[in-house]
């Protein structure tokens, strides 16, 4: 059974950062497309970054390009978001997923309808 449990959500006032942790469990982070989304209320789900193992490659949403960066732990089979200069259009309930299966292409794709695992999204609130 594959689970995804993030953490690191929360308030931070504009300017600030904050970095969320998803933890796999059931799945090996290493060999997967990586996703996280954000969605706002009102609002549909929203592609933030992506990465493709296979191809190398990182995928921004122009949104976040120069503030928002990948990472992971293999050993703790865990990724991170980390977010720098947060700004009001930022809050929303992030999450990471993955696609139920590897694909090994290039690059990863920004829409959900890629992606069928997904973690429960820690609610993430930029206000001063």
């Known amino acids: 059974q594959v689970q995804f449990v993030e953490s690191g959500g929360g308030l931070v006032q504009p300017g600030g950062s904050l970095r969320l942790s998803c933890v796999s469990s059931?799945?090996?982070?290493?060999?997967?497309?990586i996703a996280w989304f954000r969605q706002a209320p009102g609002k549909e789900r929203e592609g933030v970054l992506c990465?493709?193992?296979?191809?190398?490659?990182?995928t921004y949403a122009e949104s976040v390009k120069g503030r928002f960066t990948f990472s992971r732990d293999s050993v703790k089979n865990t990724v991170y978001l980390q977010m720098n200069s947060l700004k009001l259009a930022d809050p929303a309930v992030y999450y990471c997923?993955?696609?139920?299966?590897?694909?090994?292409?290039?690059?990863?794709?920004?829409?959900?309808?890629?992606?069928?695992?997904w973690g429960q999204g820690p609610q993430v609130t930029v206000s001063s």
């Open positions: 997923a993955t696609p139920t299966r590897m694909i090994g292409g290039a690059y990863c794709s920004l829409l959900a309808s890629a992606y069928g695992y």
């Open positions: 059931g799945l090996i982070l290493d060999y997967y497309d």
């Open positions: 990465v493709s193992p296979s191809g190398g490659t990182t």
